[in-house]
């Protein structure tokens, strides 16, 4: 099991650390809800134990608070396979622009001998990947993969 972290001095000053500081409490629930190993639970717990004891301003604590979630989040896709509600709709968002837009608009654009519609592909790309992107996160849903946060 994964502890909470304890409530921070300054909270209500900055909105951008109250809302840190409550996605972290998400993620932590989140994953307190999944069975997860005692190691990765273990290394988990020490990388939050430097956040109770800050006493720094809020925007560095803020920084903090991102970075920490970022590699814990990596951590868990990378060891446990689990993942945020569309996690993969949005990195395939942005893969299917660049893998299948770009392609689709220059061939628009060299059918049709005018490159002010190079542009048209990103549109279609940006489907394609959405589409991808959804499935992935429908097969995560029904694999129990999925963590309940956004």
Known sequence: MIPKLQPIEGIAQSE???EEFNRMQQLIDALNSKAIPEGIAATITQQLEPLNGLNIPAKEH???LKET???I???VE???NLVPQKHHLKLWLALG???FGLPFGVVFSLALKNFALLGLGLPIGMGIGM???AKLDEKAKSEGRQLDLE
């Open 16 to 18: 951008k650390l109250a």
């Open 73 to 75: 989040l990596k951590l």
């Open 78 to 80: 990378k060891q446990l």
């Open 69 to 71: 979630r970022s590699a």
């Open 131 to 133: 589409g991808i992107g």
């Open 62 to 64: 803020t920084a903090k």
């Open 97 to 99: 622009m660049s893998t």
